[in-house]
């Protein structure tokens, strides 16, 4: 079945690179997104990258796709304060909208220490 | 500027006594969504409409509906909420070219958190 699985926290000192890592089950997923969300807020997508793509960057953003391994990473370089917050990964299964779907995973909670 | 805006952010409602989310857009999106999200959970899709038509999830209780009077505007009704509807309520949109297209990402209101006493 459909899943996308993450670990529930991360914490990283200011200042140095975060990874967050996330699995995902179907291999015909089309795009696979990274979400931000800070608490009591909405969801604020930070990037996505094609299946037919292994890296995307942008700014400090890195994303990276192994399809074999159906794993996702989300790099954040020089991690600061602002960047706490729970980072939701996302496939796109194939198909027009009744059909496709989008499958959150549960997100992880990153935390900065100083 | 939001685009995706929802009201009110915080709804406190009585067991049992109808409830209305509303959900307004300014991107002109032909897809609307409808998520429910619990504490540490992951966000589940309740359903959406593409221009008018709706599409219900196979696992959405009978009590949740929705209603889509233009394309600026989305509600979800909660008929009879029960203790374990608390949640917050988020809203999507997104745009498909065509039927079959290929949908572009979705963007997100700040969501309802919906309360029930």
């Known amino acids: 079945g459909e899943d996308v699985e993450q670990s529930l926290f991360l914490s990283v000192r200011e200042g140095d690179s975060s990874v967050i890592n996330c699995t995902y089950t179907?291999?015909?997923?089309?795009?696979l997104y990274w979400y931000k969300q800070e608490p009591g807020a909405g969801l604020q997508l930070l990037t996505y990258?094609?299946?037919?793509?292994d890296m995307k960057q942008d700014q400090r953003l890195t994303v990276l796709l192994n399809k074999k391994d159906k794993h996702l990473s989300l790099r954040i370089a020089d991690t600061q304060t602002g960047d706490s917050a729970i980072y939701l990964c996302?496939?796109?299964?194939?198909?027009?909208?009744?059909?496709?779907?989008?499958?959150f995973g549960s997100g992880t909670r990153l935390s900065i220490r100083p | 500027d939001a685009m995706v805006i929802q009201n009110p952010r915080y709804q406190v409602t009585q067991f049992g006594k109808p409830v209305t989310l509303s959900c307004s857009q300014t991107?002109?999106?032909?897809?609307m969504y409808w998520y429910q999200q619990k504490s540490s959970q992951a966000p589940k899709l309740l359903f959406h409409?593409?221009?008018?038509?709706?599409?219900n999830e196979a696992d959405t209780p009978d009590n949740f509906q929705s209603r889509r009077p233009n394309t600026s505007f989305c509600f979800l009704d909660i008929r009879s909420p029960g203790l374990g509807d608390a949640a917050m309520y988020l809203c999507?949109?997104?745009?498909?070219?065509?039927?079959?297209?290929?949908?572009?990402?979705?963007?997100f209101g700040d969501g309802t958190r919906l309360s029930i006493l």
């Open positions: 999507a949109t997104s745009r498909v070219a065509w039927k079959g297209g290929q949908i572009q990402p979705q963007h």
């Open positions: 179907d291999s015909s997923s089309t795009y």
């Open positions: 990258i094609f299946s037919n793509m």
């Open positions: 996302a496939e796109k299964t194939p198909g027009y909208s009744s059909a496709s779907k989008i499958i």
């Open positions: 991107l002109n999106h032909n897809v």
């Open positions: 409409y593409y221009d008018k038509d709706f599409n």
